[in-house]
């Protein structure tokens, strides 16, 4: 018996759609997920026919972060993250619903993100014992200082219009669809090369965040989920109680 796809492909008139399905664990990023997620974007830069790339989901969560129970390895993740950093095409995010910690990552990596108004947001890392380190490198230079202070300390849940004011989202609407219309459209009128040169103009900076930091950084998160905090908050999450450093 075939496996059903986690990220199925779609094309149509140069965009390519790849969609997370795995509604069961909310999109969460497991080894299965990040492994097809990294195969369909390596696809997606090879094939002269795709202009642009859109991430988008089933379900009612974009992603809840890290798969708790088969997670990937933060190796893998970040790497996937490079990948769309460094995909030769824009890569743009639909995001109707939720979206947590790693989720996060995936669309401060995405040259533009879109959301509907309901859709919101959390850097919940912090509540199981662990720290946002790897996604940090897409998004701390998109993100308003005081703002990424804020939530990535506190957890705290956020909407759509707040993700848009502090750099998280290109935009929020009351259709994600009709949204990205006019930006999908335009996409289809440019170049190739004008588009990948100018993806290299605006991802400098994350690029060679990259290479300076993500060994370092990967090193941390494994470090932080094997400790007994971590432990501690992941159990406590998947129990649906409270950790034992709740004051």
Known sequence: MTRQALVPTTHERGITTLTLDSPANRNALSA???????????????????????????GNTFSAGADLKVPASPYAFVEVLRQITELPKPVLARVDGHARA???????????????????????????????????IPLLPRLDARAASRYFLTGEVFAGTR???????????????????????????????????????????????????????????????AS???????????ERRDPAWLL
């Not at 997920?33 to 988008?56: H, I, M, N, Q, W």
């Not at 040169?197 to 998160?221: C, H, I, N, P």
């Not at 007994?228 to 998947?238: D, K, M, P, S, Y």
């Open 102 to 136: 790693g989720g996060l990552g995936l669309l401060g990596a995405c040259d533009m993100a879109f959301a509907s108004l309901s859709s919101d947001f959390a850097f919940s890392e912090v509540r199981i014992g662990v720290a946002p380190a790897v996604i940090s």
């Open 228 to 238: 007994a905090e971590a432990r501690e908050g992941v159990t406590a999450h998947l």
């Open 32 to 58: 299965s997920l990040v492994r097809e997620l990294a195969t369909a974007l390596e696809r997606c830069g090879k094939d002269p026919s795709v202009r642009a790339v859109v991430l988008a989901h089933t």
């Open 163 to 225: 993700a848009q004011e502090i750099g998280l989202l290109t935009e929020t609407a009351p259709d994600v669809d009709a949204a990205m219309a006019p930006v999908v459209d335009a996409l289809r009128r440019a170049s190739p090369q004008g588009l990948a040169e100018s993806k290299r103009l605006l991802t400098a900076g994350v690029r060679a965040a990259f290479d300076r930091d993500a060994e370092d950084l990967v090193q941390r998160s494994a470090a932080l989920f």
